[in-house]
C-alpha cells in the first residue's frame, strides 16, 4: 500500500442558483501533508464531500494516481483507499474500540470470530501511532480520545488518502502535536496522503507541507508551506478588498482594579443529574479578560448558563460589584452585566423578529425607546439603523428578520446590543465560533476595547490561541474545577494543554 496522489481539475459544485466549487485544480503531492484553508462558505466542505463521494461534481474531474475516477458514493471512495474523518464524531457510544474498529469495514460476518479478531486488532495496535483500550467505549473516553478513535477507525481500513475535517477542535496542545506529527511521519513514510482542513495557521505551519486557500468557490493560493505566511494566507482568504488585522490588539495598562464579578464555591449540575461545576471559586476585576480554557465538556458551559441565569446553582455565590447577583433583567440594566453567548441566534436572539426588535431586547421599555408606558418603535428602528451603520452589519434594513444575517453579523448585532451602554461586566462564550476571519478580527477588537475602557470580561473559550491573544489572566477547568491559574503573559501552551487533560491536576493531586 503506498500513498495516492491526488488531484482535481476544473471541479465545480453548483446547489440552485448558488455556485460553491468554480473551477477548483488542487493538487496533493504523494506522501504529503496538504493543509486547506478558507473562510466558512468557502467550499472547502464541498470540495472533500466531492472527493469523498457525498457530492457528486456538476463540472470537471477527481483523478487518483493519474487516472479518472467517477467517485458517485463513499463505499467508491473507499474502495479506492479514500478516507475521511468528519468534525463530528460518528463513534457508536455503547460498542466497544474492539467493537467500532471492526463496524468501520462496514461489512462485518454475522458470527464474530473474536479469537482472530482481538488478534488482528492488537496487531495493529502495535503498529498505529496511538493506542486505545479495545475493551473501552467510548462514553469511558475523552473528547480528545474519542477523536483518536475516528483516526484510528480510518487508518484501520489502511487509506492511502485521509481527510481530515478540523480534527483538533476537541485535543488538548499536546494532543493535537501528537495526532497531527503521528500522521505527518506516516506520509512522509509513504504509506498515505494527508488533507488537513484547519483554521489554524499554527497547525499549517508546523504539519503541513503544502496550502490551498479557497475563497468562495475559488482555490486562490497554493503554494509550499515553506513560501508561505500567516499574513500572506490571511490577505488570499480575505481578499484584497477587505482589511486584514495586523499586529497585536492594543492592550492598556491598568492599575490594581477593584473584583467587578465574583464567584465562591459555586456547584451547578448537568443535563443528567451529574455534577458539572465542583466547588468553583474565581474572581474578576474591571479592566481584566479572564479566559476559561478547558476541553469541552469540563463544565465550562454550565458556568455560564449558571451566572447569565440559563440553569440553577445548587450551591455557592455570586455576587457583582459587590451585591448577590441572581441575574434577573433588573439586575444585569442596574449592574451593567451583558452576555454574548455562543450560537447567539440561538441563545440570545429571536430569529423570527426584525433586527431592530432584537436590538432593542434589552430596553425597550426605557427612554428614548419608551415614553409614558408606550414602546416608541420609530425612535427604536432609528437607533437599530445607527448601531447596523456603526458595527457594520450587514442587513437589507433593521426590519429585516435576525435569521435571515449570516452568523457574523448575527454576532455583530448581538454586540451591539451589549456594549451599547459601557457595559461593566461581560460573560462572553466561544465569541467568534465558526466566524469568519475578518469577523474574528473585529470581535476581537470590541472585546478589548471594552477591557480597555474598564469593562471585566469572563472568557470562556475552546481555542487556546484565542485565548493567549486576548486574556490577561489564564484559568483551566477540568472535570468542574479550577485546577490552574496563570498570568497569560506567562502562560506555557503545553504547561495549559497538560492542565486541560488533567494530567497535571492528577500529578499534583498525587504529589
Known sequence: MHAAALETFQLGKRFGAFTALDGVSLVVRPGTVHAVLGENGAGKSTLVKCIVGYHRPDDGAVLVDGREHDIHAPTVARSLGIGMVYQHFTVVPGMTVAENLLLARGRVPMVVDWRAARAELAD?????????????????????????????????LQPRLLILDEPTSVLTPQEADEVLGALRARAHAGDCSVILITHKFREVTQHADDVSVLRR??????????????????LAMVGESRPVASGPLRRDERPASPVRLAIDALEVTG????????????SVRSGEIVGVAGVSGNGQRELMQALTGQRARDAGAVTVSGTAFHATRRQNRVLKVRSLPEE????????????????ALRSFDEPP?????????????????????????????????????????????????????????LLVSNPVF?????????IHGRLM???????????????????????????????????HDVPAAQADRHALGAFMGGRAHVHREAA
Not at 135 to 146: F, V
Not at 350 to 356: I, L
Open 124 to 156: 495493529f495496535m502495535r503498529t498505529a501511532p496511538f493506542e486505545l483500550d479495545l475493551d473501552a467505549t467510548p462514553l469511558d473516553l475523552s473528547a480528545g480520545e474519542k477523536q483518536k478513535l475516528e483516526i484510528l477507525k480510518q487508518l484501520f
Open 217 to 234: 468557490g475559488h482555490l486562490v493560493e497554493s503554494r509550499p508551506v515553506a513560501e508561505a505566511t500567516p499574513q500572506r494566507l490571511a
Open 271 to 282: 443535563d443528567r443529574g451529574e455534577p458539572a461545576v465542583r466547588s468553583l471559586t474565581l
Open 344 to 359: 447567539p441566534l440561538a441563545n440570545a436572539c429571536v430569529g423570527e423578529m426584525s433586527v431592530a426588535h432584537n436590538m
Open 369 to 425: 425607546g419608551a415614553r409614558a408606558g408606550w414602546v416608541r418603535w420609530s425612535a427604536l428602528r432609528r437607533r437599530a439603523r445607527d448601531w447596523i451603520a456603526e458595527y457594520g452589519v450587514k442587513t437589507t434594513s433593521e426590519r429585516a428578520p435576525m435569521r435571515s444575517l449570516s452568523g457574523g453579523n448575527v454576532q455583530r448585532a448581538v454586540l451591539a446590543r451589549e456594549l451599547s451602554d459601557e457595559a461593566d461586566l
Open 434 to 442: 465558526g466566524l469568519d476571519f475578518a469577523a474574528v478580527a473585529e
Open 449 to 483: 476595547a471594552a477591557r480597555n475602557r474598564g469593562a471585566a470580561i469572563l472568557l470562556v473559550s475552546e481555542d487556546l490561541d484565542e485565548l493567549l491573544l486576548l486574556a490577561d489572566r489564564i484559568v483551566v477547568m477540568s472535570e468542574g474545577r479550577i485546577v
